[in-house]
């Protein structure tokens, strides 16, 4: 499975067979980062009114687009334009400069190319056991890391040791292309890991087999696209 990151949360993943998932597209004036100008089949939004986790309209041509909050509203589960999705509902920093009342959003999972992926939305308090055990037996978690505006690491951490994904892709940090006063650099984040425990891919794209995945929880670090 091939896997880019275009910057804030969104990411296109691929399978061998060429089927893709773009989550989180976000508009470009409002975070930074380029324009998405890739096609997928399928788009997964966490809501519908945050324009920087929403805009799948802005994706070219016609894809699917499965709401995770609404998934995790109804049934929690999902399947549309050959994906099948499971949602459970978050919500928005408490004291988020730009909304009087939190937002709602959904934190998802899906399986590609025989790989469990899960993004955490745009969650932005502490996990619930229920939230948390929603990431059981994940291998690639897409993760919040930049703290402010989204969920604190120590929060976060707690997770990650709970579940022990076996690969975390850092997103939602602050960039030299998006940087919000308080959201903190990568560092912060990896600062909580061995250096051997960390790689850095120095581009925006990644493959990752099934074969590949580590026995023990590794970070790896995506360059955004330009």
Known sequence: ???????HAAFKLTDDT??????????????GYAPITDTADVVVISSDDDSAHCRADLIPGKP??????????????????????????AAEWDHHPEHEVPGQNGMYRFELGGIKIA??????NPLTDAQIDFFED???????AGGYL???????????????PRIVIPMHFRTLTYKPRN????????SHFRDDEIDFACDH??????????????????DYLR
């Open 1 to 7: 499975m091939k896997i880019t990151w275009f910057g």
């Open 18 to 31: 060429g089927f893709s998932v773009i989550t989180d597209p976000y508009t470009p004036e409002g975070v």
């Open 64 to 89: 699917t687009v499965i709401n995770a909050l609404t998934v995790a509203q109804n049934s929690g589960a999902a399947e549309a334009g050959g994906l099948g999705v499971r949602a459970i509902e």
């Open 119 to 124: 993004h955490m939305g745009d969650v932005g």
């Open 138 to 144: 994940v291998d690639v978690l897409l993760a919040l």
């Open 150 to 164: 989204t969920i604190e690491l120590p929060d976060l951490l707690k997770m990650i040791h709970r579940v022990r």
């Open 183 to 190: 959201t903190m650099w990568i560092e912060s984040f990896l």
């Open 205 to 222: 794209t990644v493959e990752i087999a099934p074969s590949d995945l580590p026995a023990d929880t590794r970070v790896y670090v995506l």
